[in-house]
């Protein structure tokens, strides 16, 4: 079964430092792999995706993720935090087979000034 | 270009009455997906259409639930008679699905909230 892991429900960062968000993906084959951000009141946005092009895969408002295969994961930073990256950032994953999207329980960034 | 668009944005309403929630997807996708987001529960896939047909609606969580897609432009979710626990925020999202297409990403609407009292 397809499926993707983020570990932490919840991660607060101070404003300027590095943000880690954690994402682990169960696949017999290789993925395609996505984050989303989703702000207040509104809808899922695309972030970024790993199509297999390029293991590190850079997104919008300087949010990058690497694809790991060997440690099965897909962890998205940003070098500095900014108060406007408080959000709920999911992981998915997809693949050929259903064509169907699997998302991650969501991590809750929280950026203390 | 315009994006998937939802109306409602929100709707309150009291149990029993019938609720219908409405989606356009993006012009040119031809997959539809349905979601339920609540603080307890999560994101949840309820039902997915592809070219207007429905593929997967295992997460439809009973019976009060019908969704339909009578054209690829136009798609909708109801609940007949609502109940206070269908309280939530649904998404619709929509894809385009050429062939071997799971690269492609989901393009998800603003939501609709609703709540049922």
């Known amino acids: 079964a397809q499926s993707v892991t983020q570990l932490g429900s919840h991660v607060s960062v101070s404003e300027g430092a590095l943000v880690l968000l954690r994402c682990n993906y169960s696949?017999?084959?290789?993925?395609?792999l996505f984050w989303y951000v989703q702000y207040p009141n509104q809808g899922l946005q695309l972030l970024l995706k790993?199509?297999?092009?390029?293991?590190l895969v850079k997104g919008i408002n300087g949010f990058e993720a690497e694809f790991k295969k060997s440690e099965t994961s897909f962890h998205l930073t940003k070098p500095s935090a900014h108060m406007s990256d408080a959000a709920e950032y999911f992981c998915?994953?997809?693949?050929?087979?259903?064509?169907?999207?699997?998302f991650g329980t969501g991590t809750s960034l929280t950026v203390i000034p | 270009d315009a994006g998937v668009i939802q109306s409602p944005r929100h709707e309150v309403t009291e149990m029993g009455q019938e609720v219908t929630l409405r989606c356009k997807p993006i012009?040119?996708?031809?997959?539809l997906f349905w979601y339920r987001q609540t603080m307890m529960r999560g994101l949840e896939l309820l039902i997915y259409?592809?070219?207007?047909?429905?593929?997967?609606d295992s997460g439809m969580p009973e019976d009060r639930f019908s969704a339909k897609m009578p054209n690829a432009s136009f798609s909708t979710l109801k609940i007949q008679p609502s109940e206070p626990r269908d309280s939530a925020v649904y998404f619709c999202?929509?894809?385009?699905?050429?062939?071997?297409?799971?690269?492609?990403?989901?393009?998800f609407g603003d939501g609709t909230r609703l709540s049922i009292l």
């Open positions: 999202a929509s894809r385009n699905e050429p062939g071997q297409g799971a690269y492609q990403p989901q393009h």
């Open positions: 696949s017999s084959v290789p993925p395609y």
């Open positions: 790993y199509t297999s092009a390029a293991t």
């Open positions: 998915a994953v997809s693949r050929n087979t259903g064509n169907q999207f699997y």
């Open positions: 012009s040119g996708h031809n997959s």
């Open positions: 259409f592809n070219n207007n047909v429905p593929i997967d």
